[in-house]
């Protein structure tokens, strides 16, 4: 044992660390910060404390290991909660892109970049202006769709497709890197570390594996043979048992429950490692024989789980790529043979996992094979170079020529169980010495141990950069895209603002000039109705229209009259309604007019107005209604007493008693005469066929009496009066034709005006009028609204999109302070100190 590895024991021996937190019971606890603090100062004052007096103490590679602790802790918890952050950011990404579903941008497109995060206005204003602040768009890392359909590139897939397909894809990937969060969380809060061995098929990993245990656990073979994973765990967190638990395909692991494995004895390896179909992974656990400065199983610190994959084949090679991104991976070592080229598929594997795990260990095994070891070595170099860079340039540490089976040869192949004895005893120096193996050694247990700042803790750094990023560029990206959105938004909303303020003033306006138009031409053929009527029966009746057969045929007469008069009437109404529907025409044809003007060409072109089908209801309902009872009076006129002053003002003209009723109207008055006045009256008005002339010869017949003596007057009186009474009768015959149309007439009117026939009729023509234009001005209405509401919606639905955009920039805006915020403190977060201070 050198000076150096002795050095190193007393201090892992020596380290009396105690418990902080841990993932795993079985974990080795870690020293919290305070008590490395307290540790070192104890170191520098020389406490009393035993621990911390030994010489080893005062060594510096014990104070640059605590301060590795210290500085683990620091990062550790840096990290952690920087993902606490992320993981935050992601939901807020993940609810925000169910309301607005998150534009996913083509890689490489060109987007503005720097705005303004205090004025958005002057962004606003900016966005419209400038065409400056251009930027390419990073790659997405772990946002990348792989969408992998047909013969599209990524970017024509995901323009072919909606939207909201694109932000369900998101929705998985951001669900998925969540799930990657959080176990990375849980492990850079765990002690124990996983090391890949994958690599070439018969490169000799499985016979590497059991070098580093210096011990034939695995089984190797000529053939390819490790066809199942195997991982190698200390057999005390098994109960200190060793035997194999196989994992059937799809079974989640539980150590605690034997449900979930099957269980064999370490000797069934070469079987199980073959059965490839029935388990996906077997855990081997083992006692690591060697002392635990030693140990890489079980050193004390960190607890090592070695993972023996299959050699990378067709068959194998994806499978083994998913492995080694799993998070618990802390390291991949990859095993090529000395003897061989490096493969096209070791390349692409190394390549993808370098990305992934930022370190991967290259074991080039076999080189005790090798003749012309300078020329492999360089050989082996120059690729090296080409694949990764980094691991080049590290090559002391990442790099190894060894032989594996050197170290092993002589070992027996799980005959018996080391750790039966009980004992610690170091069989190190069992097997074959190989110092480039021991520089391998070292170098890996340097790196899992003292550097596992870097192998717990890179990968989170790693992950969370490669996360930030992505949000960054996602935010960036949808910035703008809300910010292009808005603006054209609201440009939208400039546009159309006007339009609509413009239809509703309009259709105010149209609305009220149709108002006014149905108002008025109901105004006017409600009056026109009412004159015509009116007019016609003022003077209805004063010239007989209807031919006059003679005395014999007087009641048919009377009849025809009546007919003609009611007929009369009703064609001076079907006048009035003409006259109306002649005017609704035309204000239907204004309406329909104003209507192309405001509304366009095609408005009511479906519509063709009929004007016949107003007024269709029938009006023989008059005749039916007008009853015009012909009655005795109707046949003669007689205004004799209507113009007596001193008579009472007559009722109606009662039918059938017109003449006894003069004779009772006679006995108020001058009852010596009650006897032969309706004689009187009947022959006055023989000569002059005018009742009203009657009344004037009365009155001189009267003073004509008070001239002439009592004797000659009744002389005179009796041929007088058959005179007269022949005379008025004969009147009266000759009066008929002219007596019954003015007295069915005025009987005709009575009743019409009983029945309020103009009114009404006025009433209902011109109702029918503004109820018929009611319909195309309601078309008109409908059709502003309609337009109105088109323009209402457009303008509510941009407001929408504007107020969603601007929620949208806010919130990316807000997201990618965050995000800057957390590269600064990831990226604070310097892992290569700890390499720096050794
Ligand atoms: N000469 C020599 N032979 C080796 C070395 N390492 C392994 N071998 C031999 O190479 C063969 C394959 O070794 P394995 O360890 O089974 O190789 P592997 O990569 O695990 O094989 P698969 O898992 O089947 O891909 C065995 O016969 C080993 O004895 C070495 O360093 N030198």
């Known amino acids: 044992m050198n000076e150096k590895e002795k050095e190193f024991q007393d201090q892992k021996n020596e380290k009396p660390i105690s418990t902080s937190s841990e993932a795993s019971g079985n974990s080795t606890p870690m020293p919290t910060d305070e008590e490395i603090i307290q540790q070192l100062t104890a170191n520098m004052t020389n406490t009393n404390d035993t621990r911390f007096r030994s010489p080893s103490f005062t060594s510096q590679k014990f104070i640059t290991s605590q301060f590795q602790q210290l500085h683990y802790n620091e990062s550790r918890i840096t990290l952690s909660n920087s993902i606490n952050a992320v993981k935050q950011m992601f939901i807020s990404l993940q609810e925000f892109n169910r309301s607005w579903p998150i534009y996913y941008p083509p890689q490489g497109q060109n987007v503005p970049n720097h705005y303004d995060s205090q004025n958005e206005e002057t962004n606003l204003e900016n966005h419209r202006n400038t065409q400056h602040f251009i930027k390419n768009v990073k790659p997405f890392s772990l946002l990348k769709l792989d969408l992998r359909l047909g013969t599209l590139s990524n970017i024509d897939l995901v323009h072919s497709l909606e939207n909201t397909a694109v932000s369900t894809l998101l929705e998985n990937r951001i669900k998925k890197i969540l799930g990657h969060l959080a176990s990375l969380q849980e492990r850079i809060d765990d002690t124990s570390s996983k090391v890949l061995i994958t690599g070439d098929v018969n490169s000799g990993k499985s016979t590497f594996a059991n070098a580093l245990m210096r011990r034939n656990v695995l089984p190797d073979d000529q053939l390819p043979c490790t066809e199942v994973f195997c991982e190698v765990i200390d057999a005390s967190h098994n109960h200190d048992l060793e035997e194999v638990h196989a994992i059937g395909i799809g079974e989640v692991y539980d150590i605690r429950d034997v449900n979930t494995y099957e269980i064999f004895p370490l000797q069934k390896l070469e079987d199980l490692v073959l059965q490839v179909d029935k388990y996906a992974i077997l855990k081997v656990y083992v006692h690591d024989t060697r002392s635990q400065d030693k140990s890489l199983l079980r050193n004390g610190v960190v607890d090592i789980a070695l993972i023996d994959g299959p050699g990378l084949n067709l068959n194998s090679f994806h499978t083994t790529q998913v492995f080694a991104r799993q998070e618990e991976i802390d390291l991949v070592v990859f095993v090529v043979s000395a003897t061989n080229q490096i493969t096209q598929s070791a390349i692409e594997f190394i390549t993808s996992a370098a990305n992934e795990k930022s370190f991967i260990f290259i074991v080039v095994n076999k080189f005790d094979v090798v003749r012309d070891k300078t020329r492999c070595v360089k050989r082996i170099m120059d690729q090296i170079a080409d694949i990764s860079p980094a691991t080049h340039k590290g090559s002391r540490d990442f790099v190894h020529f060894v032989s594996s089976e050197n170290i092993v040869k002589n070992f027996p192949r ?201 007024f269709t209801r029938r009006k023989d309902t008059l005749a039916r209604s007008i009853k015009a009872p012909l009655d005795f009076s109707d046949f003669y006129d007689i205004k004799l007493l209507d113009h007596l002053p001193s008579f009472p003002e007559l009722p109606m003209l009662p039918s059938m008693n017109s003449l006894s009723s003069i004779g009772r109207i006679t006995d ?97 023509i011109a109702k029918e009028c503004r109820h018929v234009l009611r319909y195309p001005a309601r078309d008109v209405r409908d059709a502003f609204e309609k337009k109105i509401q088109v323009h209402s919606r457009k303008k509510e639905e941009i407001l929408k999109r504007k107020n969603e955009a601007n929620d949208a920039y806010r919130f990316f805006n807000t997201l990618l302070g965050e995000a800057t915020n957390q590269n600064e403190l990831v990226e604070s977060c310097n892992l290569d100190v700890v390499m720096a201070i050794d």
Do not use: W
């Not at 413009?502 to 409600?526: F, L, M, W």
């Not at 060409?601 to 063709?608: A, C, E, I, Q, V």
């Open 414 to 614: 799980n005959e018996s169980n080391p750790g039966d004895d009980g004992s610690d005893d170091d069989n190190d120096d069992n097997g074959n010495q190989d110092p480039d193996f021991d520089r391998l050694e070292n170098s890996l247990r340097d790196f899992v141990l003292e550097k596992r700042c870097l192998s717990k803790l890179a990968p989170a750094k790693t992950y969370l950069l490669n996360a930030i990023t992505d949000i960054t560029t996602l935010s960036l990206v949808n910035k703008n895209k809300a910010d292009e959105l808005r603006c054209q938004a609201s440009d939208e909303l400039s546009a159309i603002t006007p339009t609509y303020e413009d239809s509703i003033s309009q259709n105010a306006r149209t609305t009220i000039a149709i108002e006014e138009k149905i108002e008025k031409i109901s105004a006017d053929v409600s009056e026109k109705t009412r004159l015509i009527l009116t007019s016609f029966l003022s003077y209805m009746g004063d010239i007989p229209a209807v031919k006059y057969e003679g005395i014999f045929s007087v009641y048919d007469y009377a009849n025809a009259t009546r007919d003609h008069i009611v007929q009369n009437i009703l064609k001076s109404l079907s006048n009035c309604e003409d006259y109306s529907r002649n005017k609704t025409s035309d204000g239907v044809k204004y309406i329909k007019d104003l209507g192309s003007e405001k509304i366009g060409n095609d408005f009511m072109s479906d519509k063709l107005f009929r004007d016949d089908l107003m």
């Open 668 to 764: 108020v008055k001058a009852e010596e005469v009650s006897t032969v006045s309706n004689a009187l009256t009947l022959a006055t008005v023989v000569g002059t066929g005018r009742l009203v002339q009657s009344t004037h010869m009365i009155r001189n017949f009267f003073q004509l009496g008070s001239y002439l003596n009592a004797r000659v007057i009744r002389k005179v009186m009796l041929p007088i009066l058959i005179v007269a009474s022949i005379g008025g009768i004969a009147y009266l015959i000759n009066d008929i034709p002219n007596a019954i149309p003015k007295k069915l007439a005025k009987k005709i009117k009575r009743e019409i005006d009983e029945m309020g026939y103009v009114s009404n009729n006025s009433d209902r």
